[in-house]
């Protein structure tokens, strides 16, 4: 596993984040892409793979859950990329919780 992980260190409080919402295990923050008006991140504590966040999503599903009622009132897509082809960009488990109408072309 790679020495330094953001999502890690957003979670422990040293690299800075917008964050909407937090318990004890899992932390939901502002994306900082902004393909769509509202993009979020809910991303468990603990570091682990996207398959190991799938096969229990429990708080993890309750925190995005919460977060996008809240933040996305009119409706919201919840998207999780797995894997190099599948365009994850961060090894940390998390799930994007999107909101609003696409604003422009995918990085």
């Keep these: 596993m790679n020495s330094y992980c953001v999502f890690c260190e957003i979670a422990a409080k040293r690299e800075p984040a917008d964050i909407l919402l937090e318990t004890d295990n899992v932390i939901v923050f502002r994306n900082r892409l ?44 919840f998207i999780s990329n797995s894997g190099y082809d599948g365009m994850q960009s961060q090894s940390h488990a998390h799930v994007h919780i999107l909101g609003g109408q696409f604003l422009g072309e995918y990085a």
Excluded: F, I
């Design 34 to 77: 902004q393909w769509v008006p509202v993009m979020l991140l809910a991303v468990p504590k603990k570091h682990m793979t996207q398959a190991e966040l799938w096969s229990d999503m429990g708080e993890v599903g309750e925190a995005a859950v919460q977060a996008a009622q809240e933040h996305c009132p009119n409706g919201y897509r």
